[in-house]
């Protein structure tokens, strides 16, 4: 199975799933399974970025889209956290039957409630993470709070849950209001850690240490500082990451860990490798001085952990318009404060653009904005723009290039 492969399977009910397996290329140190938060996917930011930072550490994540969410078959108003905790259930048999079973469990919003009531059915598992996890699964209904009345009186409601309209049943609320995730947590006999930000204005931190305290040891607990429920800071995902890869070191059996490092390039050269066999994500190292990384929008199949292609040939010609200009005030004795680059891409129709000698199809369009701060006379201002179409990137670009290709011995 190569890594970020798709596939469905069957859940809870019966309904096929959606899945996603992104695992390393070399040695694997253990299976994770990853549980997304209340009405979202498999996809949403967090999930992603864990999963692609958990990967470069060796450690394999299976993340899946709950009953009628996602690309999962199945209606969500037929659903419960019952019916979740068996789909998360469904999904560590699954990947027992073609891998093994998860030994980390890892929980965010609602999905960490589910993995410390799955825990117990999953033997295998030894170490459990939850992020910005409500001690009790009856804390989803704040979601719905107004609505409540009317689905006590008529059976259901058409809520909206992240700008989404989706229907809660009563059966949903009478399921959450019956989970006794108190003793779940004090029975866990598996290690735990427990991520939660102070400030989350969703989940509040005194459920962390609800949880916290309903646990025995080993257990640990993960101020997350600032961040937002959702992590949508990609540095806040990533930490998270780093710091369940290093915890789980402990308890999982193999610690070792066949990790990629980052290219090393000789002068005037690039050099570009996977950040892990399969992924979107890529190591660039330039000229054995400086390592960036590359990435595409989790939309685009990425993981959104660094820039697109695209976007480091813009940030490219910028960084080469604005040293041009720099180099030019100085020159010139110009007063040039602070020069600031803007740069957009978009495909645009030939009859857009009369003098391009392209005739048919689209064309590639870079649409580029000087911002020039200090006391500078308009005679000033003009040429610096015109120095600024002579950077050596522009020229590149805008000129006749060879690029030959050939495989390496």
């Known amino acids: 199975m190569s890594t970020g492969e798709k596939f469905m399977f069957p ?23 990853f549980a997304h938060c209340f009405a979202c996917s498999k996809d949403i930011f967090a999930a992603a970025r864990i999963a692609a930072r958990l990967v470069e550490q060796g450690i394999a994540v299976l993340r899946f889209d709950f009953t009628g969410l996602g690309h999962s078959e199945g209606e969500f108003a037929n659903t419960n956290f019952s019916s979740n905790v ?112 102070p400030l989350d204005q969703f989940v509040g931190i005194e459920n962390a240490s609800l949880i916290f305290l309903a646990a025995k040891h080993p257990r640990s607990v993960v101020s997350l500082d600032d961040a937002d429920h959702l992590l949508t800071r990609r540095a806040d995902a990533r930490y998270v990451a780093d710091v369940i890869g290093a915890w789980a070191g402990r308890y999982i059996e193999d610690g070792e860990a066949e990790e990629y490092t980052a290219p090393v390039a000789q002068p005037d050269t690039v050099v570009v490798a996977e950040a892990a066999a399969g992924s979107m994500a890529q190591l660039i190292n330039v000229g054995g001085r400086v390592s960036l990384r590359a990435d595409e929008p989790v939309e685009e ?55 391009c000698t392209t005739k048919e199809g689209e064309i590639e369009r870079i649409e580029r904005t000087i911002s020039l701060e200090g006391d500078l006379t308009q005679d000033q201002r003009d040429g610096l723009l015109r120095i600024a179409e002579k950077c050596p990137v522009h020229r590149t670009l805008t000129g006749e290039i060879s690029i030959v290709t050939k495989l390496a011995d």
Request: aromatic share 4%.
């Open 11 to 33: 859940g809870s009910t019966g309904v096929q799933l959606a899945a996603r397996l992104d695992r390393p290329s070399g040695k694997i140190r253990a299976f994770a399974l």
């Open 86 to 197: 068996g789909d998360l259930v469904a999904a560590a048999d699954h990947l027992r039957s073609i891998h093994q079973a998860p030994a980390i469990l890892i929980g965010h919003s609602l999905g960490g409630a589910a993995v410390l009531a799955a825990a117990a059915r999953i033997p295998e598992a030894v170490a459990v993470a939850t992020i910005a996890a409500p001690f009790d699964p009856a804390h989803a209904s704040h979601n719905f709070s107004e609505s409540i009345a009317e689905i006590e009186a008529k059976g259901e409601a058409e809520v909206k849950l992240g700008g989404r309209p989706f229907v809660i049943r009563k059966q949903f609320l009478d399921d959450i209001n019956t989970q006794n995730q108190a003793e779940r947590i004090a029975h866990l006999r598996k290690a735990l850690i427990v991520f939660h930000a």
């Open 301 to 355: 199949g990425g993981a959104d952990t660094g820039p697109t292609p695209h976007e480091l040939v813009l940030s490219g010609l910028g960084a080469c318009t604005s040293m041009t200009m720099r180099l030019y005030a100085d020159h010139k004795k110009i007063p040039l404060k602070r020069g600031r680059v803007t740069l957009t891409r978009r495909k645009i129709t030939p009859a857009e653009c009369p003098d």
